[in-house]
């Protein structure tokens, strides 16, 4: 499984090389790149050999493999690797039978866990594959899901994975929305959570010696950094217990949450809790959580038919930020 992974990111790659038309990709710059996608994925050296590049553009020629049309152009005493066809890319190819006989056997080991404890995304998962599949096949589309395939930063998801598993210190090069400017922050990252369809990194600031979350999409690049690595004393489920959200100020303490409901809405908050304390007694919704901006966003985000109660200082931020929607005369 792990070779088979290797030579799809090396394809992957290559396809990259292959469709610009603005650069020459001689062998060694094809190495080259290869090399340093690999090695930036398993966050470890990895090293490719000529002769795997060339086997490589043989599969990827072939019709057991993509029909690439790669052709080679002679520069000098050297030959540059490029589509013949500008708009091609393997990304664009339907499944191979041997992609489509990979997926059937990943369902197969998906199904098997499926009821084991902890395992429940497993049933969205085979769900979002079976959906595929039958795109793939020319059936009808049954399901979709909320992905943003267009999201900024998902390319950097299975790095900051196999960095956090093999421990690797990161330089990050990142700017935040209420910023002018771009910093490099020194982290251990530690765990990766989606919220509100963001990805967000949690990790060990060691130049403010604290934890601290990162958006995937502010990201503007990840380097391995030789600062040793700072081991994770966190349980990250203990951790997001009290709040909503990402944003946790480890200063603050928990406080009881008393919001009033509109009639029509209580149905569909008993039906998808909005935390794990959420108590509704006649039409008042109570929670035990922290203060922190998704809180807030998630009240205003039902408008009128949320009434915060308790405590007041939330009751008053709310009403603060309320007065300052502005509306076009």
């Known amino acids: 499984m792990a070779t088979n992974k290797n030579a799809v990111i090396r394809y992957k790659a290559l396809d990259k090389c292959f469709s610009n ?20 994925h398993f966050a470890q050296e990895t090293t490719i050999s000529r002769r795997q590049i060339f086997a490589d553009i043989d599969f990827m020629r072939s019709e057991a493999g993509y029909d690439a049309p790669i052709e080679s152009y002679k520069d000098g005493k050297k030959a540059f690797y490029r589509y013949a ?13 041997s992609e489509l006989n990979s997926l059937n056997e990943a369902m197969e080991t ?16 085979q769900a979002k594959l079976n959906s595929g599949i039958n795109q793939f096949q020319n059936q009808r589309q ?3 899901f909320e992905d943003n395939e267009f999201l900024k930063g998902i390319e ?3 790095p900051l994975y196999h960095h956090i598993a093999n421990t690797q210190t990161l330089d990050i090069k990142y700017q935040g929305f209420n910023s002018d400017k771009e910093n490099t922050f020194k982290i251990s990252p530690y765990y990766l959570k989606q919220y509100n369809n963001r990805w967000f990194l949690f990790g060990h600031n060691h130049q403010f010696d604290k934890i601290q979350n990162l958006a995937l999409d502010r990201m503007v690049d990840i380097q391995p950094s030789k600062t040793t690595f700072k081991i994770c004393e966190i349980d990250f489920k203990e951790y997001f217990e009290d709040i909503i959200g990402v ?6 303490e928990a406080v009881d949450v008393k919001i009033e409901l509109s009639e029509n809405i209580i149905p569909y908050i008993s039906s998808k809790p909005i935390h794990g304390s959420q108590k509704i007694k006649d039409n008042i919704l109570h929670l035990h959580v922290k203060l922190n901006y998704e809180l807030e ?8 038919k949320m009434c915060v109660l308790e405590p007041k200082e939330l009751a008053s931020v709310i009403k603060e930020r309320v007065n300052k929607i502005k509306f076009a005369h």
């Open 247 to 252: 944003s946790n100020d480890e200063s603050k």
């Open 297 to 304: 966003a998630l009240i205003l985000s039902y408008g009128e």
């Open 85 to 97: 066809d500008s708009e091609f890319s393997i990304l664009k190819s339907p499944l191979n039978p």
């Open 110 to 125: 998906l199904s098997r866990i499926n009821n084991l404890p902890g395992f429940d995304w497993v049933n969205t998962m």
């Open 156 to 158: 950097l998801l299975n």
């Open 21 to 40: 038309i603005y650069k020459k990709f001689f062998i060694q710059d094809l190495i080259n790149y290869c090399s340093l996608i690999l090695t930036e």
């Open 142 to 144: 049954i399901i979709s």
